[in-house]
Antibody
Framework: QVQLKESGPGLVQPSQTLSLTCTVSGFSLTSNSVHWVRQPPGKGLEWVGAIWSGGSTDYNSALKSRLSISRDTSKSQVFLKMNSLQTEDTAIYFC????????????WGPGTMVTVSS | EIVLTQSPTTMAASPGEKVTLTCRASSSVSYMHWYQQKSGASPKLWIY???NRASGVPNRFSGSGSGTSYSLTISSMETEDAATYYCQQWSSNPPTFGSGTKLEIK
């Protein structure tokens, strides 16, 4: 069955770099696109960026200068790197997927909480 | 970017009551999708392409709308339906979500 699972450090110091991994199973990264969506505590959902099934990437314009998304198809993993972290980046980070012919997020990981604090 | 405005922000409904949640877009969109999120859990796809129920979603849920106005309706509220519901569009980049409607049971 389709599964996604996020992993990461939990706590990051201000101005440092966040590195997250999304490990997927039950589908291929060359057939589906993987997205990152974040949710600050008690707030709504914000699309962060995506790596498409063909390997190209798209980023939220507000985060683009600090963000990089990549993948290792052999390991079924997608990576998010965000630098210059600030307290406003504190959020639950979810990975989720879309298909080649649809534009909604059909499966989600459980999320990983990232706290930016010294 | 397209801004989605959900109303109401919070509401409470009694078991058996009909509930309608609304999502208005700042520009016309082709489809609207809805997610249900319970506390401490990840969002679940609930309604896709405006009116299609995702797998396992009870048929008391329905979606409708077009252009800039969309809605999610529960024909008869049940305790398990208490959650926050988010709408989402991707008719234009970037994909955006509404700020959510928190639905509580009376």
């Amino acid at each position: 069955q389709v599964q996604l699972k996020e992993s990461g450090p939990g706590l990051v110091q201000p101005s440092q770099t966040l590195s997250l991994t999304c490990t997927v199973s039950g589908f291929s990264l060359t057939s589906n696109s993987v997205h990152w969506v974040r949710q600050p505590p008690g707030k709504g959902l914000e699309w962060v960026g995506a790596i498409w099934s063909g390997g190209s990437t798209d980023y939220n314009s507000a985060l683009k200068s600090r963000l990089s998304i990549s993948r290792d198809t052999s390991k079924s993993q997608v990576f998010l790197k965000m630098n210059s972290l600030q307290t406003e980046d504190t959020a639950i980070y979810f990975c989720t997927r879309t298909g080649s012919l649809y534009w909604y997020f059909d499966f989600w990981g459980p999320g990983t909480m990232v706290t930016v604090s010294s | 970017e397209i801004v989605l405005t959900q109303s109401p922000t919070t509401m409470a409904a009694s078991p058996g009551e009909k509930v309608t949640l609304t999502c208005r877009a700042s520009s016309s969109v082709s489809y609207m999708h809805w997610y249900q999120q319970k506390s401490g859990a990840s969002p679940k796809l609930w309604i896709y392409d405006t009116s299609n129920r995702a797998s396992g979603v009870p048929n008391r849920f329905s979606g409708s709308g077009s252009g800039t106005s969309y809605s999610l309706t529960i024909s008869s509220m049940e305790t398990e339906d208490a959650a926050t519901y988010y709408c989402q569009q991707w008719s234009s980049n970037p994909p955006t979500f509404g700020s959510g409607t928190k639905l509580e049971i009376k």
